[in-house]
């Protein structure tokens, strides 16, 4: 691998021969400016077409000289030219290759349209849950910073099929909208369920009129960056308290308090039983807030005697590690 800094040194060095060959044939020959960076130039690629060529004797000295410490690095230069170039563009290939084989791979993952600032967000919090997600994404000053963070990414409009199915949405277990118009949000929607019916879709509105739209077109949830901005900004007027809990139990990072929703799968040991039976608070020190049951319902501050059932999600808080 030709690493930058050896590129440049060899460039600096170039430029450097130039700027000395042109100086001393300004100097020696007394030729313009011009005429003595076009000699200097010919000198080196061995042209030589004879049209301007030296006088004196000293002249000729310096061009021999010039010749023996400058065509080598002329030559040099160009072949560690032509190197990089060919290596970049089979690092892009089999970088290419390397992601289209990972993403092939992929199932149950999710698929991020757009990673702007809200995408980036969305990004880091997946890649903190070790969550399988892809990126698509058509800027290339944006991929540069997908792939400095490491996120695995497909190239292309997220509008077209083809580059939905290149992210693998036949496989994917749910698709985040956040482009920044709605009318291309909408787009998304709808091909996407006509590609995965089963697709979990969750979108961003721009405007409070759009919302209902994109629930129409098939979005499972949408959200407004702008209104739970404003909500919580309000809390943090009107009950800072509140807001400062909620902050410590969804914060990734909070090490005092956690709030996660644990999902009951099939073969359990818990189906079948009441929370006080199940033991989760006596085991692990969890507090069950709430229970979302496979219908959507939300049951909140569930009794001791509430029977666990299989497909419930317990919305469970408590100390980082126990939930985990």
Known sequence: MIRPDKLKVALLGLLLIIVIGATGYHWIEGWEAGEAVYATIVTLSTVG???????????????????????????????????????????????????????????????ICGCGRIGHLICQELKADKTDFVVIENNQEVIQEIEEEGFIYCRGDAKQDKTLINAGIRRAKG?????????????????????????????????????????RAGADRVMSPYTLGGTRMAMAILRPAMLDFIEITTR???????MEEVP??????????????????????????????????????????????RGDKLIAMGEDENVK
Do not use: W
């Open 49 to 111: 077409y004879g049209d301007f060529y030296p006088q004196t004797a000293t002249g000729r000295f310096f061009t021999i000289i010039l010749i023996i410490f400058g065509v080598g690095t002329m030559f040099y230069t160009v072949v560690l030219m032509a190197e990089t170039a060919v290596e970049t563009r089979l690092r892009a290939l089999t970088g290419r290759k390397k992601l289209e084989k990972m993403i092939s791979k992929m199932k149950d993952h999710y698929i």
């Open 252 to 258: 990734r990072q909070s090490l005092e308090l956690r």
């Open 264 to 309: 009951v799968c099939d073969g359990s040991s818990v189906i079948g039983k009441s929370l006080e039976e199940s033991e989760i608070r006596l085991r692990y020190g969890l507090i069950i807030v709430a229970v979302k049951k496979d219908s959507g319902k939300m049951i909140f501050n569930p009794l001791a005697s509430y029977v666990i059932e």
């Open 175 to 215: 698709i985040v909208c956040v482009l920044p118009t709605d009318a291309e949000n909408l787009y998304i929607i709808l091909t996407a369920k006509e590609l995965n019916h089963d697709i979990f879709i969750l979108s961003r509105s721009e405007e409070e009129e759009s919302e209902h739209r994109l629930l």
